[in-house]
């Protein structure tokens, strides 16, 4: 055998080595039950869902990303979308049913929730958290499609392990749907279009991940001996895939499409429209109506040199669209919500900052003032084992000093103890003295003057 026919064999086996997920796969008919057993959405799931949509509503109401988090651990949402990509993935059409109708339960039930408490509670402002679930990114398709490739692959191994949390977390269903009923109460459709346009790009692609993961794995797919059910059967799921799939992918080309023109505008932004003693504040990227406005402090910029930044458009395949520039903080059309959001960061950012340098600050000099203080409750204590052990001792006094060697000018800090003695102990007993006090203080350096 040459040299040449062992790499692929070699390339062969080091594949069948680390990546054959084979061997850990599960037996089929537990890992079956138990994305059947997390389809169904009736009794404590349901309960368990609800009140998860409640503790995610408050962290997106007072913008806690911890306590968003907590919530989609608790949350059992996974369930039915996994179930949807496996039954398409092993023609069951009853699961597929069984998962459609339990993922519009869950998603009805979930907006009503969200709705009924945005509409209760106080705090009615669109924090950060919550505005972030309005608009999707071609990011949160990707995470979609590989968190449900590393849901079913989880789900099917012996080792389940934490992956189906961490996927939850990741591709972030229920902030969406409590985004959906926050717009609802407030009267604000696109909040929740935007949001409800999320929630079904995510559950899409973490159910065709799941698909995938299906027929990656070879699970086995249900046997009819019906064949004309069969075929029924099958066409009935190819349409039904058709039918969703064909708005995900539009929806999802749309989403190409804008983040590519969101990154190519802000490419031009930050090279083009970096002038000298200039700064950009605020800037606003449209792609449906294709304009960029851009907000503009410091020297005035020139309309020669504006005029041909518009020309440098085309550069960024930008070419269609409308370059606005606004300079000076008195312009009428400045957006001022913006620049006073802005100048309210940077000072929140610098009070922090301050805050945290202050406390630090606090701690050290607390630290240190219970050096020097420390021995004044401990004297108290010393004192009642003192007089049963040197009745001849008349006071004690313990401090902290810092001892600095004068050629060396090397320092140490050591544990000062004064005591006066009528008679003065001998030798060995202010040894033992000294010892006693070391244990009772827990000075690792001390030194004792006796009176």
Known sequence: ????????????????????????????????????????????????????????????????????IGAMLISPLMGPIIGMGLAVGINDFELLKRSIKSFAVATVISVVTATIYFALTPLDEAQSELLARTSPTIYDVLIALFGGLAGIVALSTKDKGNVLPGVAIATALMPPLCTAGYGLATGQLIYFLGA??????????????????????????????????????????IALVIVTMCPAIYMTYNIVRATIYTSSANSFINNVLNFHNTQVISREIDFKDKTIRVVLVGN?????????????????????????????????????????????????????????????????????????????????????????????????????????????????????????FSPQPRANERTKITEWLKARTGAKKLKLIIE
């Open 1 to 68: 055998m040459n040299e040449q026919s062992k790499y692929p064999s070699f390339i062969k086996a080091f594949f069948n080595e680390y990546f054959d997920m084979r061997k850990d796969k599960d037996d089929e008919k537990i890992i079956m039950e138990s994305i059947r057993y997390g389809v169904e959405f009736r009794g404590a799931n349901l309960w368990i869902l609800i009140f998860a949509i409640f503790v995610a509503s408050l962290g997106l109401n007072v913008n806690s990303t911890a306590v968003i």
């Open 196 to 237: 409800f346009y999320l929630y079904f790009i995510n559950s899409v692609f973490i159910s065709l991940a799941t698909f995938i993961g299906t027929r990656f794995l070879h699970f086995s797919k249900k046997q009819f001996v019906d064949k004309a059910r069969e075929k029924k059967v099958k066409n009935s799921i």
């Open 300 to 420: 005035e910029v020139p309309e020669k040199q504006i005029a041909h930044a518009r020309d440098l458009l085309k550069n960024y395949k930008l070419q269609n669209s409308q370059l606005s520039v606004i300079q000076g903080v008195n312009s009428d059309s400045i957006d001022v919500t913006t620049l006073r959001s802005l100048v309210m960061e940077d000072f929140y950012k610098d009070n922090v900052e301050r805050s945290e340098q202050q406390k630090a600050e606090i701690a050290r000099l607390k630290n240190e003032l219970q050096l020097y203080t420390r021995y004044n409750t401990l004297d108290d204590n010393i004192i009642p084992e003192l007089k049963v052990l040197y009745p001849h001792a008349e006071s004690i006094s313990l401090s902290y000093a810092v001892e600095t060697e004068v050629g060396t000018q090397k320092r140490d800090t050591l544990t000062l103890a004064f005591m006066r």
